[in-house]
């Protein structure tokens, strides 16, 4: 059984930055793939960023987002720069038995969600 908490979500302005974290439960984390995805108001949730040995990102996110993980403390964190209006959305932290995968059937496991809110 894993439970995800996540946190540091807010209000920022458009170019600055943010750092979501996701606090996991579970004895085997380590095993699981971690990832974020996000979704804003009347739209499909989408995927973002994947994380176990390697990474993997959305385009619209890529060389602005890092996913990262602590396996010591049962963290993964999403560093958030560059924000742009268009990344306004809920994001959810998630964790699977998978390899990277930008699929969400793919992920068992699913927090309550953050809201990141970036302003013009």
């Known amino acids: 059984q894993v439970q995800l908490v996540e946190s540091g979500g807010g209000l920022v302005a458009t170019g600055g930055s943010l750092r979501l974290s996701c606090a996991a439960s579970?004895?085997?984390?380590?095993?699981?793939?971690m990832g974020w995805f996000r979704q804003a108001p009347g739209k499909e949730r989408e995927f973002v960023a994947a994380i176990y040995r390697s990474t993997l990102y959305a385009d619209s996110v890529k060389g602005r987002f890092t996913i990262s993980r602590d396996n010591a403390k049962y963290t993964v964190y999403l560093q958030m720069n560059s924000l742009k209006p268009e990344d306004t959305a809920v994001y959810y932290c998630v964790a699977g038995r998978t390899y990277l995968s930008s699929n969400l059937r793919q992920y068992a496991y699913w927090g309550q969600g953050t809201q990141v809110t970036v302003s013009s």
């Open positions: 579970g004895r085997t984390f380590s095993d699981y793939t």
